[in-house]
């Protein structure tokens, strides 16, 4: 299997010349990938948007009442909630599921039509503050009852008071006694508005029909999403499966023919378009899987109270798998590169450009014998003639016999 995967490599994404590209022209492949990615992109949520979002079967708003615990609290936000008349929302509307249709349009309608609930909100905010307004005169009365202060009052008359209100030792108890009355009244007054809501039959109806399909409910939107998931990720693997084959195609093509500029452009294409893919066939992978081994193994480790290692884990093997394919890229570019050196394409190359195989410094094939910046040897001598000629050449510069022989 190991073999069958190198040779598979070597034969469709090594190039054996040493063509190099212009800075402009890796600009220009750059700019072509980035282009192509986010075409790739719009062309999958243009697929998927065909698809039966659980989102839209089952709203926010839905949802948001049926996993409410305060259903029963006018606060809620889905009491004032409106839904929002945009042009697609006839089409939202049909989609909803008919469970949620009865809640929002039916159930959480009649709830509106009975209780004025901007009414109902606006009456707590007043009692509220009013509320505030007491608790700050107890706590003021609290903190300077009984103290220097109030033994001075009885002393001075109720104009020379030296506190606010010209409260004297005389009514600061009737005082204290009347917040705490009018406290208590507004505690009361509050209670029986929240009471009043909660009583009322359009809310008793809302939340029987809750507790009646909350669990069906809930069961069928994750059902729902799970099945959007695998079918969201199939149609990607479908849309950008006919992609990859082509590019790949079209990359061995020019590969064959030596056309390294090409080749390397239809590669970075294909590498583009390679990564969603395998994206999303892990993501299709990770939902079909069972989650229960996993699941046990994080209550382990959470059961220890040292989740930590967990986290230790996956790092150890993240390093481990990149450690290890990092050696092995390093190790095949390095065999490359000596493949390269011994290629003599390459060396006829480098002498018809005056550089040097090895490291591409500019050098006189008939005037040096080494390359003076990296010592690589330029020529030898011939085995027929015994005159210098050109390493790497098939055949002497002077005599034209073989060099091979």
């Keep these: ?32 990938n980035v282009f192509i990615f986010i075409t790739i992109g719009l062309g999958i949520d243009f697929q998927i948007k065909v698809l039966n979002n659980p989102e839209v079967t089952f709203s926010s708003t839905c949802r948001a009442i ?42 959480l309608k009649n709830v509106n039509i009975e209780h004025n609930i901007k009414i109902l909100r606006e009456n707590q905010k007043r009692i509220n503050n009013n509320l505030n307004k007491v ?22 008359e109720s104009s020379k008071s030296i506190i606010k209100d010209n409260i004297s030792s005389e009514n600061i108890k009737s005082k204290y006694n009347l917040y705490l009355k009018n406290n208590e009244k507004l505690k009361k007054e509050k209670e029986e508005l929240l009471k009043q809501f909660k009583n009322s039959n359009s809310v008793n109806e809302l939340l029987s029909f809750i507790k009646d399909n909350k669990k069906q409910i809930k069961e069928d939107y994750r059902n729902l999403s799970k099945s959007y998931a695998i079918k969201k990720e199939l149609i990607t693997l479908l849309f950008l499966f006919p992609l990859l084959i082509s590019s790949f195609y079209i ?13 390397i452009m239809f590669k970075n294409i294909m590498i583009v378009i390679f990564i969603p893919s395998i994206i999303s066939l892990l993501s299709l992978i ?11 193994v994080l209550s382990f480790f959470y059961e220890l109270e040292v989740p930590f290692i967990v986290y230790y884990l996956v790092i150890t093997l993240l390093i481990v798998i990149f450690g290890y394919l990092i050696v092995k890229i390093q190790k095949r570019y390095r065999e490359s590169l000596k493949q390269l050196e011994n290629n003599s394409i390459s060396k006829i190359e480098s002498f018809n450009k005056s550089i040097c195989n090895k490291c591409f410094n500019k050098v006189d094939y008939f005037k040096m014998n080494f390359c003076p910046n990296c010592q690589n040897e330029l020529k030898i001598k011939c085995n027929n003639c015994q005159n210098e000629t050109i390493k790497g050449l098939n055949f002497c510069i002077n005599c034209s016999n073989s060099t091979k022989s």
């Design 135 to 156: 608790s700050n005169e107890l706590s003021y009365l609290r903190e300077n009852y009984n103290t220097v202060l109030f033994e001075k009052i009885s002393s001075q």
């Design 66 to 107: 049926i996993n409410s615990k305060n259903v029963d609290d006018f606060n809620s936000y889905f009491y004032l909630s409106k839904n929002h008349n945009n042009k697609y929302q006839n089409i939202k509307n049909q989609e909803l599921d008919k469970r949620c249709t009865t809640l929002i349009y039916t159930k």
């Design 286 to 296: 990770y939902i079909l899987m069972p989650k229960i081994f996993i699941e046990r």
């Design 1 to 32: 299997m190991k073999n069958l995967i190198k040779n598979f490599y070597s034969k469709n994404f090594v190039y054996k010349g040493k063509e190099k590209l212009s800075k402009l022209t890796i600009l220009f492949i750059f700019f072509l």
């Design 251 to 263: 990359m061995k093509r020019y590969l064959i023919n030596e056309k390294y500029t090409l080749y």
